[in-house]
Each structure stands twice: as structure tokens, then as C-alpha cells.
């Protein structure tokens, strides 16, 4: 004997009425998961980035100092202080010459590796100063490249004594750390592009080889549209990961003195304003002030970056 039939509109009501049930759980068991992060990242983030914009108009040494107003001095004294414009246009060509260094680099490695055997192990040593502490790599460098370090003497003993140089010099330090930076972060970049070519089924390489498509072709018309997704993302990281480099710079050009202001960047020059180096009298108040800073220039082109790499979504 079959089942009787349930009427549609039964049927649609019951539904309903499973699916109004299982929202109302799923709305009771949210917060129990959501309030512990939701409140760590208020306590850890957005409080002490409030209180920083807030103390970007006062004029404060630190505790035992009385806080005092001060509308936009802050603000106006960045764009009168040499130093400051000297760390921004350096933080700047991090960004942009940095940038374009390392993803030239990562985009021909990657088209490298993609027909070389053993690849997996070569990105895991690409990928290996990236795992090293920034500061270690620094001094190491800083040490490497001294005027009597390693580099110039082999340089020397080759007989390429012309081009030994003391690359640690006041015009010759920022563009030596620029070349660490680059040698430093490319392997993650690889890496990140790597796991976008992966996923590219391989006929689509096989049908551009039939049609006579070279290496560069391939690159142009097959990788980087199927993986522009993975490039957008990397591209972000790396923007905000790039004005907030600190420890590198401060550790390549020593940390016993204040780095030189050649060398200098937002986070540095913030650091030596607020609690480091041997500044007597410290000023939490500017230094907040050339936060705010980095925060709107981190927003801005990030948002930029975004709008410039929009593209439709190419499904495989």
C-alpha cells in the first residue's frame, strides 16, 4: 500500500518552516563563535588604532607628560619635515620599484620552473629565505657587504677589484637594501604564483602549442589570465606588506645607532620619533600622526590597486 501524497503546498509549508527552524539555530550558535575573536580584535586592533588617531592631535611625550591639543600641527610638521618626506619617497620606491622587481622576478621564475624537473624542491629553496628572520638576513648582509666583508673580497681575488665598492655608503645603502628586499620576498610570490599555475588544466597549454604559440605567448594569453585571481591577491600582499617593512631595514643597516636618514623609511623614522634610538625627548603624538599616514596610504592604494586589476572572472 503506498504512502498517501502530501499536497504541494503542505510540502512547501514544512519546508519553510525547517528552514526558519534551522536559521533561528543558526543564529543562536553565532555568537557563542563570533563575540571572542570579535572581541580580541577590538581590544588588540581597533581600540589601540583609535586611541592612535586620537593622540595624533595631541602633543604628548609619553606617560608623565601632560597631553595637550593640538588640532593638525602634527600633520602640518610632516609636510615641512625633510626627514619624513625622505622616509615616505623611500617607503614609496619599496612599493613601486621593489614591487615591479619582484614580480618580474617571480613571473619568469615561474615560467621557469613549470618545465623543470624537481621544481617542488627548488620553490621550497626559493621559499627558504623567506622563513629566516628579517633582522638575521639583515645583519648578515650588513656584514657581507662591508667594505672589508666577503663580497668585495672576492671581488678582489677574482680581479674584479673595479667593481668592489663600499656598498653600505650613504648613496649606495637604499638601493643595496632595495636588491636584499627583492632577493628576500621573491620566493613567497613564487610560490603563491606557482599554486595558480598548478591548477591550470595542462590541454590548455597543449592546444597553444599546437596552434604555435610560443613561451611568451603562453605566459600572455594562458597563465596570467587563468591565474589573475592569484596575481590581484599577491599584488595586495604585497602593497601592505611592503610599507609596513621594518625589521630588515633597521637590522641591515645596524642597530647601534639610528640608521642613516638615506635609508629611512615610515616605519623606521616612526620608531626613532616614538620609542627608539636615542632620541631624548620622544613625541608619541607626531609619531601617531605619521601612522594615520600610512594607514590612509596602505587604503589608498590598496583601493587603487584593486579598481586597476579588476577582471572578469575566467571559470576552467
Known sequence: MSAPAVPTRARRRSHGRDDGAF??????????????????????????????????????????????????????????????RTAFANTLKIVFLCGIGIFVLAFAVTVLLRHTRGRKTLRTLLFFPHIISPIAIGVAL????????????????????????????????????????????????????????????????????????????KFRYVTLPLTWDVVSVAAVLWVINSIKIFEFVYAFTGTGDAPPVSSRTLTIQQFLVSTGGRNPSYELGYACAMGVVMVVLIVLLVTLLRRAMRRDAIEF
Open 23 to 84: 536559521s533561528r539555530q543558526q543564529r543562536r550558535i553565532f555568537p557563542p563563535f563570533v563575540l571572542p575573536a570579535l572581541s580580541v580584535y577590538l581590544a588588540l586592533f581597533v581600540a589601540p588604532a583609535t586611541v592612535g588617531f586620537y593622540v595624533s592631535f595631541q602633543r604628548w611625550r609619553g606617560t608623565g607628560d601632560e597631553m595637550r591639543p593640538a588640532g593638525f600641527d602634527n600633520y602640518r610638521r610632516l609636510l615641512h619635515d625633510d626627514v619624513f
Open 142 to 217: 650588513g656584514l657581507l657587504l662591508a667594505p672589508d666583508g666577503f663580497v668585495n673580497a672576492v671581488l678582489r681575488s677574482a680581479g674584479l677589484g673595479a667593481l668592489a665598492t663600499n656598498w653600505l655608503s650613504p648613496e649606495n645603502i637604499f638601493r643595496t637594501i632595495m636588491a636584499g628586499i627583492v632577493w628576500v620576498t621573491t620566493g613567497f610570490y613564487v610560490i603563491l604564483l606557482m599554486a595558480g599555475v598548478d591548477r591550470i588544466p595542462p590541454y590548455f597549454y597543449e592546444d597553444s602549442e599546437l596552434a604555435g604559440a610560443n613561451e611568451f605567448q
